[in-house]
């Protein structure tokens, strides 16, 4: 059975100002309800990283952010969704980077990887493998025509009270 | 040696603060390093190279204790800075020091992707307090 404990989900025009606030919320609201501070930094990278590529690649007239936290047994998952539409290469394009990261054996190997491709590429490419690495979150997709839908899932530890 | 020629940047939520100390190049990045702060931050570091290879600085300290978030376009900033030393003349190289708060720990990991690519060149330490 899961208890739901914490829910946010807007759908917004995809403006950057939304990014920075939606990542601060949630590190303030996440506060008495995480044990451990290095959780919720995770968190705060994989909520960013996720909802600056959603706004940054969107060509709809509105992005669509999810964030969950629900206890599931003894345990918690926090689920992050973001929901955009974008150039079919684009689209394939985000594919391609999260297939690449689930078949990586090592995350961080994979990353180090990514970092050194960076160098000779326009854009920065680095924002998945990062929350793959860094945040521990493991990311899947799903596309519909050209809408993607993301999800970023981390086990989290609650505090007692809760 | 030549004063510093490298201006500090500050704009609202972000801002780098360069300062000379004998050979040492110290560079405060401070606030949070979003969409918002790329073109700054993009825009100074290949200046903060050519000032570090001018006034033959045998350090680079990027203090960002004070740094509360980095997105992954502006670590691609700090990736390129260390592309950039690691392809100087040797007469040119000098060290790069991130000075880390280790309560912040996001830094910790981040940080330490940066000196994996160089550990020759990148090292880490830990900020003490004023």
Known sequence: MSIRVVRLSYSLPPLPRWIGLTRCYLSDLLQPILVNDDEIDRLAIGVHELLENCVKYSNGDTVRFEFEVNRQGNGAVANIRTTNSALRSHVLDLCHRIDAINAAPDPVAHYDEVIRDSLVQAGSSLGLARVRAESFVHLSYQIQKDVVVVFGEMPVRLRDVL | ?130
């Not at chain 2, 006034?55 to 376009?73: K, M, P, T």
């Not at chain 2, 800075?81 to 280790?102: K, M, P």
């Open chain 2, 1 to 130: 040696m030549s004063p510093l020629q490298l201006l500090p940047i500050i704009t609202e939520g972000f801002s780098i603060n360069p300062t000379l100390q004998s050979s040492v190049l110290n560079v405060a990045l401070r606030g949070s390093a979003d969409m918002d702060a790329r073109p700054f931050l993009s825009h100074f570091v290949p200046l903060a190279h050519e000032e570090a290879e001018r006034l033959a600085v045998s350090e680079v300290i990027i203090d960002v204790h004070e740094l509360y978030f980095i997105n992954s376009v502006c670590l691609k900033s700090l990736i390129v800075w260390i592309d950039y030393v690691a392809n100087a003349t040797q007469a040119q190289r000098y060290q790069l020091t991130f000075l880390v708060d280790s309560r912040l720990h996001w830094q910790n990991r981040s940080i330490s992707a940066l000196q994996r690519m160089a550990p020759e060149l990148v090292q880490v330490a830990n900020w003490k307090g004023e």
